[in-house]
């Protein structure tokens, strides 16, 4: 919230009445709003009027000076909960007549800002009803309110209105509209508004044949207690379902769902069992229990309270609480809903491993009939897809990993006003952006661009963006990296539209697009890590040492070079990592140790691999933090195959105990900046050799880690003056990493900058690659 709403004085008139005329901007339609004016105006006796326009609502308030300024002050602090306010305008009018205090009807008023609100959870007042036998909203599975319900996946184009949502075919009962209606009521103007005579319904698919009502609901919890996997249709997609308890079911799915070990998230049904499950911080039960509802990455109690296959190999529960009333009914029984039925549900996304999520009910039939036993559909279409968010806390604030439901679109708040740009991000976990005005559009997570389903999917999110925000782009931006599919769109849309194309380097858009998160002026000094991304020499980097500002940036350091055997195939076999860090290290030394680190399987592929980086067949050089972290996983003995992307760093992470003891870092940083890693290596090594624990190892690796990236900072900031560090890059998602870094940053006087809403993986490559072209191509 802008905090800085600028306050006019209300000078007193002879009689003592002021007239006053508010403007607020932000999402503050759909979200009860107006009552709560209408609300708060009476109480105080004032009269005058509210309306809404594009993008915010205008209040005008006329009666004594003392009531008028209680008005200003209460204001944002009462504001409904739901409801973000951007910007507050106060213009003192003189006094007009005005008959009591009224709603007028909405005005479109051209070029202010749009906002539309993200979908969420189900509130309190709306459960109390749903668990209320003798409320005619009784176990309604659409029950909602202005509060709550879904909005964004829900709206086909603006303004947000019934008829522009997958609402308008269920037309309202006489109930309802009066509810609708009636400027005191919690649902007036909820559009999603329903009941059961008169909303839509759900359905069990089951073998062909059909159950309806709470017979479907029924049935579907039976057949989750019996180790059945059902599709669930949710708010923005489909998820597959099953007893978490329940090993074989467990297994079944992962097995049908070709995901072998990456954890599944799970829904429990309240925070006490969130608890039981896993430790919960005080941050992370906030997180839990937001409007948002994200899953919430969080360290399991042990022994386990699930089935192991939930999350084998990680130490972490992602966990999320109910978010729709469907999910509520599905996971509670008994007349008030007072019994558990289950502690917790898998629910994982609806899709094969990759794909785009299913959002349409004979898709999802069709998609996933060789995963799920049965489909508990509804008829309320969504329009847009839209992934469950997902969270962790660390000590510098929540960490995002995907940023989708309940966040989108609510867009990053810039100080600066942009042209339109729309930007295309790059390939994996990607997202588009789309700026206007001083708001920048990322769009939800889209998952890896690799094939045409994704770049349909892709497609779809980007003119959906472009027509509910109802902007052009003047300017279109993406990535460097020719092979991209987004890349390549880029390119072909500049053709067709005629609009110019700038394409940004892939580390340059992760440092900007922290940058543009906290607004910093620049330029700073960027630390980005991740796995890969193309380098303007055409090699692949990873772990850069950028000083940059929002056109441009210099890279003054980079991790020393390594090669990657057989190129993307190290990436899924960190093994070959160890070996390529191991025979750069050690030379031929390397014969003797691999087989005292390896085992045998993996050993006896080492003259392979020798062959392949002695006479330098397929073997591309990177300064990738990635490569680095998937070493000293392997050689440590923790991940020898990556079964999901980043596999090994982050199981590295999940046992690393951390240490306390004096690091080796301060002299990793040659004169050029380049940042060997040898001594860590050998660190590592060594410790493997002498039998130390992994636990102890990956610690140690971490705060070695560090100390090299602290180093290469500080030594930039000596040479630059430069105070303020950006840190981006898929990597700085390992809240050890980040927190050690950060703490030891700070400690020497630098200012950090961390993404705040953004995750910091390839997902924020879009926002800052709309910064760049902006700032290349602005006219000044
Ligand atoms: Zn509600
Ligand atoms: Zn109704
Ligand atoms: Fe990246």
Redo the contacts with the bound molecule.
Sequence with gaps: MDTSAESADMPPDAGGVVHARIVIRGIVQGVGFRPFIHRLASELELSGEVCNFTGGVSIDIQGPADKCREFERRLIPESPPISVINAVETEALSPETFDGFTIQPSHERAGGPIYVSPDVATCGDCLRELKDPDDRRYMHPFINCTNCGPRYTIIGKMPYDRPNTSMAPFEMCENCRREYEDITDRRYHAQPVACPNCGPSVQLVLDGETLDGSAAIKRTRELLKTGKIVAVKGLGGFHLACDATDADAVETLRRRKFREQKPLAVMVPDIDTAGALAHISDDARELLQSPQTPIVLVRKRLPEGLAHEVAPDSRDYGIMLPYTPIHHILLREGVRLEEIAFTALVMTSGNLSDEPLCIDNEEAIQRLGGIADAFLIHDRDILIGCDDSVVRDSNDGPIFLRRARGYIPFPVQLEQQMQTVLAYG?M?NTTVCLTSGKNAFVSQHLGDLTDAQSLDFFKKITAHLQDIFQASPEILACDLHPDYLSTRHAQQQADELELPLVQSQ??HA?IVSCMAEHDADGPVIGL?C????LGEDNTIW?CEVLVSDYEDYERIGHLKYVRLPGGDAAVEQPFRMGMSYLYEIYGSEADELIPSIYPEEIAEKWPMFRQMLQEDINCPKASSAGRLFDAISSLAGVCQHATYEGQPAIMLEGIAERQDNETIGATLVDEDLVMDPSPLVRQAVEAVLEGVEPAVIAGQFHREFAEMLHNAAIQTSEETGIQTVAL???TFANGILVETLSARLRNSGIEVLLHKSLPP??AC?SLGQALIAHHRTKKD
């Design positions: 790059a994996k892939h580390h992760h980005a991740d796995g890969a991304g990873g981006s890059g898929g993986g390839d490559l």
